[in-house]
């Protein structure tokens, strides 16, 4: 559990792209940032105000989240001086890189003599039980898509926030790295030892109030070869009374894979319900979630439209429409 | 990789039943196996010469394979003594017990001083890389299970014998502990991290001559909550051209999930068949392992018959009545 709230460091960012992880804090999250960190050649910008370390300390910030990728896989001196003074301030570090702030040995000294605490969201911090399979109390929604990255986080961020605007009991309940970094809390699912991938999901998604629903963000897809046993985790896992599909039209092949064509709508409806129908026999697919942001304007209404007429269920891009009508099918 | 011939270290086994492992490699391997060590109190016997550490060395073994459970999950002192001679004599150690030789500082450091291995066959030793999904020269043979322990490493241990009987080109590739242990190879699938769980697969199983088979060892069940993640990346990453399906009929629900019941070798069918075909077009279900081990003679030879009337497949007790008709399926 990371405490809140952040300043965002967007280091020397080149431009909004390389910060995407702190527009995503920044979107679904305002009220976890008190302001942005920008180093003298930083490009980025996420109409926050710019603070120093002493400011955002008296404005109340507890972490600093590195909301930009580094360049070439290293963390730079330049970077490196900002990082330590904010230990040395009294801020933990959070981090989603790849390479892990416990392998720096100058930030584990100064975490160490300061007391702080380095948050690495890619290395789960958790002994996760193996799943027993039990069925819990509240309800679940989890989003599965025809590919990975076709915009499951975003969808189940939008369903979140829909929800809780009706007065919803809602959960976000993050399964990736990005979505740590947004709640301050979740599982990095592709990091977590075989074994235990299914109970690091009930774990993830306990007993709640009946009228509560968790939103799991999803992850993979049971159509990708290299990571659909993380899927099926994540389905037997999550125990699901809903599912959301997810799809991206203009894809021609899986992500990564050249030789594999996306499966239809169909194909991931009859085979993810019928894998969630093993431990929740009440599941069903309740709506259609399309990324079409390689489309335009008319052209995403007319597939929208086509594919809900095709498939007999909402479907909206809840980036362009919102996600109302998936929780509207939520509360129906 | 673990060097073979082996010393099969008895300890002391209270009775045959707690060196199971032992009792492994002896029926499947016995050219590995040059002899056994047994302490005083030892009641287990794998009908091989008893030797000392010195007589084994000069007949040749390599490595002191630890072939017997431990009680309380404590390498005993009594146990101790043996193993820091193995090293001093030049053996190298293997284990699949629970707490890990290498966590034992007083072997880590014999080991060290000898210049010996530890090998913890429950830790993958390998970094493994992303599934690719790309098709792969040679044939591959999955067992697959309605639920866990119901015989599935026994069936394709015998299913790899009967091949090789018949003059076929085959390998046992193992993905649990004590299939590692009999083969001196393998990867302990249910260890290894998320995201590389189906590359593990690929791995273990590289392109190969055509009329190669790859005889691949099961793991869970994808009807079972707990681990049906790891058996879906074992089909996506096995790639399989040919399915067994196995079976235990006494058992009354899923193991340790006694809130499920176990689903029909029809579903197990069906559903393994589906998500084989996302990798593998021309999958097919070949035969039927059933393990009859709670039944009498009479009683196993006609539920066999019986699921081979049902589902038009070949079904043996591979332990009862050998491998050979699933051979036979395979070559034909």
């Not at 958790?126 to 990255?149: E, N």
């Not at 159509?223 to 389905?235: M, R």
Request: hydrophobic share 40%.
């Amino acid at each position: 559990m990371i405490e809140t709230p952040y300043l965002l460091f967007l280091g020397d960012a080149p431009d909004g792209l390389a910060a995407k992880v702190a527009q995503g804090i920044r979107d679904w999250r305002p009220e976890n940032c008190v302001g942005q960190y920008r180093m003298e050649s930083c490009r980025a910008d996420m109409n926050l105000p710019d603070v120093t370390l002493e400011e955002a300390k008296v404005a109340g910030a507890k972490t600093l989240v590195i909301g930009v990728a580094n360049r070439g896989g290293v963390i730079s001196q330049a970077w490196k001086k900002v990082l330590v003074q904010a230990l040395e301030e009294g801020f933990d570090l959070a981090s989603g890189l790849h390479n892990l702030l416990r392998n720096e040995p100058d930030l584990v000294a100064v975490a160490q003599a300061t007391g702080r605490s380095l948050h690495d969201v890619r290395v789960p911090e958790v002994s996760y039980p193996i799943a027993d399979g039990v069925k819990r109390a509240g309800k679940r929604v989890l989003a599965v898509g025809t590919d990975c990255s076709v915009g499951k986080m975003y969808t189940t961020l939008a369903l979140d926030a829909s929800l809780r605007a009706r007065g919803m009991k809602s959960t976000f309940r993050a399964t990736g790295q990005t979505g740590i970094l947004i709640t301050g809390d979740g599982v990095p699912l592709d990091a977590v030892v075989a074994d235990f991938m299914a109970g690091s999901i009930e774990w993830l998604t306990p007993p709640n109030e009946e009228d509560h629903w968790d939103v799991i963000e999803g992850q993979g897809s049971l159509f990708h070869p290299s990571f659909s046993g993380v899927t099926l985790a994540l389905i037997h896992g999550g125990q699901p009374d809903a599912l959301i599909l997810c799809h991206e039209p203009t894809r021609t092949h899986m992500r990564g894979l050249p030789g594999y064509a996306l499966p239809s709508l169909e194909d991931v409806r009859d085979l993810s319900l019928r894998l969630a129908q093993v431990v929740n026999p009440e599941c069903r697919v309740v709506g259609v979630s399309i990324n079409t942001q390689h489309m335009g304007e008319a052209e995403a209404a007319r597939y929208c439209a086509e594919v809900e007429a095709r498939m007999g269920l909402p479907t909206v891009d809840p980036f362009r429409h919102g996600a109302g009508r998936l929780a509207e099918a939520l509360a129906g």
